[in-house]
């Protein structure tokens, strides 16, 4: 039987994103996008931390260095030591202007970072672009005209990307850091929530995190839902399997834009979630180094 537990240590985020399990050291780490925050969670001492930087800061990815990780900021891509809290900046600059951000990160096995970009006050344009980045390769564009990015997926032959505006996962074949033969995997009616942040299940189905409907959709390879787990508030942005035997489920929401009336109806939004639920466990995530 499912069981949904609100994670009371964590404050109500604004726009929480970026879920991250690091398994090597056994932490979780999030941010809330609005809140120019990133948090590192200690599932098992309860022990959260947080930084606060000067814009907005979209994405984590470990390091194998414990006190070292790379971010998504605003702007582009920076290493942040958190114990001395030295940012060093990696690339920045590159995106078309300055309402255009970072939004949501994946990891594929040759070390390279996947992430997208969108306008950071009108959804409804469409100047996101699909970038990668690596040491060896440097910065590349790889696909434009996305509305809002999110939940770049990589497996061994595909990479998946959404356009949450459009209701639309797509799927790319990848080979050696090159994308070709662009395809919907998965097309969403608008009564179905849009999708988000994404992550695998140890079978190589894909969890989904549903904007607006408060659902985690879990998709076989086929693109057919073969499982729905609804949490108490309407915008989830983000899942992530954790823990020891990567059996526990986190998700992240958001509040941002909801209304008196809304918050009061759902007063869990903005919270971190787990969800334990009997027989489902996830991959572990590819860290970077940079």
């Known amino acids: 039987m499912m069981k949904i537990k609100t994670i009371k240590e964590v404050p109500k985020l604004t726009l929480g994103e970026g879920l991250f399990w690091d398994s090597e050291y056994q932490k979780l780490w999030f941010v809330d996008i609005k809140d120019f925050k990133l948090y590192s969670f200690d599932i098992y001492t309860k022990k959260l931390k947080f930084w606060k930087f000067q814009e907005e800061v979209c994405w984590v990815v470990p390091t194998y260095d414990e006190y070292k990780v790379i971010l998504g900021l605003k702007r582009g891509i920076a290493k942040f030591n958190i114990e001395n809290n030295k940012l060093q900046w990696?690339?920045?600059?590159?995106?078309?202007?300055?309402?255009?951000r970072l939004n949501d990160v994946g990891v594929d096995n040759e070390n390279r970072l996947w992430f997208g970009s969108m306008h950071n006050e009108n959804e409804s344009l469409s100047v996101g672009e699909l970038f990668s980045f690596s040491?060896?390769?440097?910065?590349?564009?790889?696909?434009?005209?996305?509305?809002?990015?999110?939940g770049p997926l990589i497996s061994q032959n595909y990479l998946y990307h959404n356009d949450s505006v459009e209701?639309?996962?797509?799927?790319?074949?990848?080979?050696?850091?090159?994308?070709?033969?662009?395809s919907v995997f998965k097309k969403f009616a608008f009564n179905e929530g849009k999708p988000d942040?994404?992550?695998?299940?140890?079978?190589?189905?894909?969890?989904?995190?549903m904007w607006g409907s408060g659902k985690i959709n879990r998709i076989n390879q086929k693109g057919e839902i073969i499982q729905?787990?609804?949490?108490?508030?309407?915008?989830?942005?983000?899942?992530?399997?954790?823990?020891?035997?990567?059996?526990?489920?986190?998700?992240?929401?958001?509040?941002?834009?909801?209304?008196?009336?809304?918050?009061?109806?759902y007063p869990k939004s903005g919270s971190l979630f787990e969800i334990e639920i009997p027989n489902l466990k996830g991959k572990e995530l590819k860290k970077v180094e940079i």
């Open 90 to 100: 990696i690339i920045k600059d590159f995106l078309k202007n300055d309402k255009i």
């Open 228 to 265: 729905s787990f609804k949490l108490p508030v309407p915008f989830v942005t983000n899942v992530c399997f954790g823990g020891k035997n990567l059996d526990r489920l986190f998700v992240t929401s958001a509040n941002i834009g909801m209304s008196e009336k809304e918050l009061k109806k």
């Open 197 to 209: 942040g994404m992550c695998f299940d140890e079978e190589g189905n894909i969890l989904v995190a």
């Open 167 to 182: 209701g639309i996962i797509y799927r790319y074949e990848i080979d050696k850091g090159t994308l070709k033969n662009k």
């Open 135 to 150: 040491n060896k390769d440097g910065l590349k564009r790889h696909d434009k005209n996305y509305k809002v990015t999110n």
